[in-house]
Each structure stands twice: as C-alpha cells, then as structure tokens.
C-alpha cells in the first residue's frame, strides 16, 4: 500500500466523498440509497456528526493528495441509553479497492473509537459482502444478527448482517 494519510474531512473534500458514496450507491450492496446522493445531501450528512469532535468524519488521502476513501463514527442511536455505541462506516474510491485502505480506515476508526471513550463499535453490512464480512472477522467483529430480506438494492431483496466489537 502507498504512504497515505486519514485526516478530518473539510467542504473542499465534500466532492470526493458524494463520488465515492454514489459509487457505492450505482453498484448497490454496500448502501441502502437507491439513487445517488446530492452534494448538498452528502454536506448535510456530514454536518449531522456533531459534535465532530465526538463523532469524526474522515477522509483517507494517498501520497498524492487523492481521496481515496472516507469513514465516519456516528451515533448508533439517539436515546441516551444507547450511549458510548457507535456506528462505523467506511466507503473505498472502486478504483482503490483490494489495496488495504479499508483496513486502514477501519483501524484508524476503531482507534478514534477507543480515543473518544466508545464502548462498543457496529455496523451493519449487506450480508452478501464478502470484502467487508472479512474485514470484521479480521477486526474481531462478532456478528449478532441477520435480517433476511430486509433492503431493496432496486431489483431484489437482499439480506442484512448485524455486527459488533466490544472495546
């Protein structure tokens, strides 16, 4: 893998971000959109992680200064309760995919994590993604749950896997 660096991410990254989401978005299985996201849609997104501080977006840039990739802590729920769970997201630019940038992200988010004080990371991935579903196992990630037939990419159902790590 070539030298990269993760970063918070800035409006002049927004962009780089919404081509990489609606990549995901056009070959379906990694996102429930079903149509691609505005630049305005992804903005307000990002602007949801608040306080950033808490709840960082990031972008991961390669030696270049090319956006190769982006991840986000954010809130697992909004009832109090819940505090101290986070979800983890991470999106790979398809052209940077298999090079070990979403291990990379995924680290540097559980890392964030562990920072912030969270006591437990999950994410939810499309239980067909063999990438991603690997990339948990690797992190420990213990799945909790299947949700059969839950999400729509547009021409069929797909089911959903439910993941968590204690930290």
């Known amino acids: 893998m070539t030298q990269v660096s993760i970063r918070p991410a800035r409006e002049e990254d927004l962009p780089a971000i919404t081509a990489i989401y609606n990549q995901a978005v056009i070959a379906g299985g990694a996102t429930a959109d079903l149509t691609p996201r505005t630049l305005d849609q992804r903005r ?3 602007e949801s992680h608040a306080p ?3 709840y960082p977006v990031v972008v991961m840039e390669d030696g270049a200064g090319e956006v190769v990739a982006f991840g986000s802590l954010s809130q697992y729920h909004e009832r109090e309760g819940y505090d101290g769970v986070d979800e983890l997201s991470y999106y790979v630019d398809e052209r940077h995919r ?3 940038y979403g291990s990379r992200m995924v680290d540097w988010l559980l890392s964030a994590a562990r920072e912030r ?3 437990m990371a999950v994410t939810l991935i499309f239980a067909e993604n063999a990438g991603s579903t690997a990339l948990m196992h690797r992190f420990g990630f213990h799945r909790f749950g299947l949700l059969p037939r839950a999400c729509s990419d547009g021409s069929r159902l797909l089911d959903m896997s439910y993941w968590y790590l204690d930290l």
Request: glycine letters at 16%.
């Open 52 to 54: 950033r501080t808490r």
């Open 44 to 46: 307000a997104w990002v």
């Open 98 to 100: 298999q090079a070990g």
């Open 117 to 119: 004080g969270v006591r």
